[in-house]
């Protein structure tokens, strides 16, 4: 069964500060990753996602994630972080024959101080 | 954007009651939505996959009888939550992804708000 392992629980920085948010799945079948973020008291949006070709991905708001197939990775990292990426990231993954299911990762709330 | 909503977004039920939550995906049609779970501090649980026209697909240990789901049109999905009872208290998220066509596992789902919901 796939499963979805995010290693921080949570994490707290300053302003400005870089980011790396570790994500490492289980399944030895192709994959398609994705990093969602919820902001307080909104829904889920996705950040970036891959699917082939360049492992790495760049997203929305500076956010930018490498795949690395042999460490069955796909971390989340930004060069510096702002107060308004407060919010909690949740890696995910489907198997590319699973019809889109989505399995996620426990989350990873990001505090960032001013 | 693709925008789904979820309502209610919160709702406080006595035990023992059915809860329906309905959730639409207002700019778009869907033939597949997901219904998903979320316990505080904790992850997303797929619970099940809703096909507009058949029988939704639960993940395992997710009752059917307990969590009854009707796509009803390709904007439409609800989940009634039967008899309710405390342990059922959760955050109950949707999701959906753009086209007519079987979802791909590549494709972007959009997802709702939530729905909030305490059992007494």
């Known amino acids: 069964a796939q499963s979805v392992s995010q290693h921080n629980h949570h994490v707290i920085l300053s302003e400005a500060a870089s980011l790396e948010l570790g994500c490492n799945y289980s399944y030895g079948g192709t994959v398609n990753l994705f990093w969602y973020v919820q902001y307080p008291g909104q829904h889920l949006q996705l950040l970036l996602k891959?699917?082939?070709?360049?492992?790495l991905v760049k997203g929305i708001k500076g956010f930018e994630a490498e795949f690395i197939k042999s460490k069955f990775s796909f971390n989340l990292r930004k060069p510096s972080v702002q107060w308004s990426d407060t919010a909690e990231y949740f890696c995910?993954?489907?198997?590319?024959?699973?019809?889109?299911?989505?399995?996620f990762g426990q989350g990873t709330e990001l505090s960032v101080k001013p | 954007g693709a925008v789904v909503s979820q309502h209610p977004s919160r709702v406080i039920c006595k035990s023992g009651t059915s809860v329906k939550i309905e959730c639409r995906s207002l700019d778009f049609q869907a033939t597949t939505m997901f219904w998903y779970r979320q316990f505080p501090k904790q992850s997303l649980m797929l619970m099940a996959t809703?096909?507009?026209?058949?029988?939704?697909?639960?993940e395992q240990g997710v009752e059917k009888d307990k969590f009854l789901i009707n796509h009803a049109s390709l904007t439409l999905s609800t989940l009634t939550v039967t008899s309710a009872h405390p342990e059922d208290s959760s955050f109950y998220i949707c999701?959906?992804?753009?086209?007519?066509?079987?979802?791909?596992?590549?494709?972007?789902?959009?997802f709702g708000p939530g729905t909030r919901l305490t059992v007494l």
């Open positions: 891959y699917f082939s070709g360049d492992p």
């Open positions: 995910a993954v489907n198997a590319d024959n699973q019809g889109g299911k989505l399995i």
């Open positions: 999701s959906a992804q753009p086209g007519l066509a079987r979802i791909s596992g590549t494709d972007t789902q959009y």
């Open positions: 809703s096909n507009e026209g058949s029988k939704a697909t639960y």
